[in-house]
């Protein structure tokens, strides 16, 4: 079994920055890909970044790409979102969740979840 535990969030002006962290315990990540993903009021849960554990290759929303950045520290067993340029539209509870094998980007292939953690970027 895996436990993740998001942290980072909170309130951030437009065109701001934030870290998110996602803090794996319980078994070790190798085999594992590590995603980001968020949901904003009333809105579906959707696919922020991806990074492979073993490799590091990474994948990201079009939404995202250039603005975020995805990383992991294997020493912490921690898995880093670096959030910039935010946006209102970022607006969103932001969790993690992991998966053994490849990347994907539906949430339902995702077995572990974390509690998530909110994000609120004011304009």
């Known amino acids: 079994q895996v436990q993740l535990a998001e942290s980072g969030g909170g309130l951030v002006q437009a065109g701001g920055s934030l870290r998110l962290s996602c803090t794996a315990s319980g078994r070790a990540l190798s085999r594992h890909v590590v995603g980001w993903f968020r949901q904003a009021p009333e809105g579906e849960r959707e696919f922020v970044a991806s990074i492979s554990w073993d490799i590091g290759f990474t994948f990201y929303a079009d939404s995202v790409k250039g603005r975020f950045t995805i990383s992991r520290d294997s020493a912490k067993n921690t898995v880093y979102l670096e959030m910039s340029s935010l946006k209102p539209e970022d607006t969103a509870d932001y969790y993690c969740?992991?998966?053994?094998?490849?990347?994907?980007?539906?949430?339902?292939?995702?077995?572990?979840w974390g509690q998530g953690t909110q994000v609120t970027v004011s304009s």
């Open positions: 969740a992991s998966r053994i094998g490849v990347h994907k980007s539906d949430q339902k292939e995702y077995g572990y």
